[in-house]
């Protein structure tokens, strides 16, 4: 008979994840591998826990840089090279690495280990509805965020004149859904304004969108962050706005999950998209999207549908959803890896980290007095991302230079004017922020380096 740590059934496993405290989960079985029982003489084998596999341990008191450092260990960077890019694609930690890889390899061994797909599926599932203060139900476990967006997008009803409204940062991942369905159907987008650098606080922000809404509108798309300016959108209001006047409400968590907290029910919004790739730092070809019970009878899946559970009890979950077949079980289970990673550095940790350095590179940039910084100052307004132009130097030309000395950026564009965009989070370093503030004052001082 064939042994292995799968022997407690998928009822025993969820019934104990979704009771279990966060931190409390049995990860025992999360490990695919056949162990068979051991000998009495010997001692039973440490279960593997993601928790102990992050390798950190809680500071005592107020985190020092000798314990970020010890966070910064934790990742395979290169020593030799400034990351400030997670916005685009965030590094993964050694242990989201190193599950990945063991994952694939005991399915190499024991490709038929197929329960345990389901069982990875629906624990990965009920560790992100812990982390995001939802129902496992409700959950989507998708590859992408535009995966998540795409599902609410073309799976809700829109008719020839709805009107749909998104903001000038949105990114084409949130506006192309909409894009087609105006050539598919005639629905029409609507654009609210959102000024470079900002200008606007967040009743300004709120009233914008309401000047947009008219008797056609349907549904309100917006970021949690904007990836363009790093503008952290005031959500809870614009869902309240939203609700107020019939309208949906879609959020693009891109630029948020893994850096913010993420509290559902206290957004009280429709939908959610998130990739797991960027702030989470779980690796590509991960996500997951959420959609409000009471909707999901108005969110027509894209095609057919094959969802065992939903199959077996009749209920139809969100795991209607996910129409991809036999899933990236590896991928899927880099989220629970990446959400352990994260839950021992903390997340409030996590947050404050990224806003600091975020900080310290605002004031730095203020200081060179050439700087125009798209970011809002007000903590409210922004997170981990921070969109600048330095004097008249062309965004490209420097992020190339930055990159010619190792040091990673990208450029956003607004409206055809450009900025540099740069991502602080939980793996960087004050030291990092300065290299980059001195470099940046290199180029103004003497723009010929950009050549
Ligand atoms: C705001 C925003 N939405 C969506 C996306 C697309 O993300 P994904 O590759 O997970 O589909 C990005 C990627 O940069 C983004 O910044």
Not at 33 to 38: I, L
Not at 59 to 66: I, K, L, S, T, V
Not at 292 to 316: E, I, N
Not at 417 to 425: I, M, N
Request: net charge positive; aromatic share 6%; hydrophobic share 40%.
């Amino acid at each position: 008979m064939k042994s292995n740590t799968l022997s407690l059934s998928r009822r025993q496993f969820l019934g104990r994840s979704t009771a279990a405290t966060f931190g409390a989960i049995a990860f025992g079985s999360l490990s695919l591998r056949g162990q068979s029982a051991a000998p009495a003489e010997q001692p039973a084998p440490k279960k593997y826990c993601p928790f102990r596999a992050a390798g950190i341990k809680p500071p005592a008191g107020e985190p020092d840089e000798a314990w970020w450092r010890g966070v910064r260990a934790r990742f395979d960077l290169r020593s030799d090279r400034v990351y400030l890019n997670t916005g685009t694609t965030g590094p993964v930690p050694i242990s989201v690495r190193e599950a990945r890889a063991r994952v694939e390899r005991e399915l190499a061994e024991d490709p038929g280990a197929d329960v345990s797909r389901l069982f990875l599926h629906e624990d990965t599932r009920a560790f992100l509805a812990k982390a995001v203060n939802a129902d496992a139900d409700d959950i989507v476990l998708t590859r992408s965020t535009t995966e998540g967006l795409n599902i609410f997008a073309f799976g809700l009803d829109l008719r020839r004149g709805d009107e749909v409204i998104l903001d000038s940062q949105e990114h084409s991942a949130a506006i192309n859904p909409f894009r087609e369905l105006e050539d598919r159907v005639g629905i029409k987008i609507v654009r609210v304004e959102l000024p470079v650098p900002n200008a606007l606080d967040r009743e300004q922000i709120v009233e914008a969108w309401r000047r947009a809404i008219t008797p056609r509108s349907r549904l309100l798309v917006a970021s949690h962050v904007t990836y363009k300016s790093g503008l952290a959108l005031p959500i809870r209001e614009l869902a309240d706005l939203a609700h107020s006047r019939g309208l949906l409400i879609s959020v693009d968590g891109a630029q948020s999950f893994g850096v913010l907290p993420l509290d559902l029910p206290a957004l009280d919004i429709d939908h959610y998209a998130a990739p797991g790739q960027k702030w989470l730092l779980a690796g590509t070809g991960t996500g997951f999207s959420w959609i409000r019970r009471d909707v999901q009878p108005r969110v027509r899946t894209l095609t057919g549908w094959h969802d065992p559970a939903s199959a077996r009890t009749g209920a139809h979950t969100a795991r209607r959803y996910e129409q991809t077949g036999q899933k990236n079980v590896a991928g899927i289970n880099s989220l629970v890896e990446a959400l352990a990673f994260r839950q021992v550095v903390g997340p409030a940790r996590i947050e404050a980290r990224a806003r600091e350095l975020a900080a310290r590179l605002q004031r730095g940039l203020r200081e060179t007095k050439t700087a125009e910084v798209w970011t809002p100052a007000d903590p409210a307004l922004s997170a981990g991302l921070t969109a600048f132009t330095l004097d008249e130097l062309p965004p490209k030309a420097v992020a190339k230079a930055l990159q010619a000395r190792h040091i990673t950026v990208r450029t956003v564009e607004v409206d055809k004017k450009e900025a540099l965009r740069v991502s602080t989070h939980l793996f960087n370093s004050p030291e990092e922020v300065d290299r980059l503030l001195a470099l940046l004052r290199d180029f103004v001082a003497a723009p010929a380096l950009l050549a």
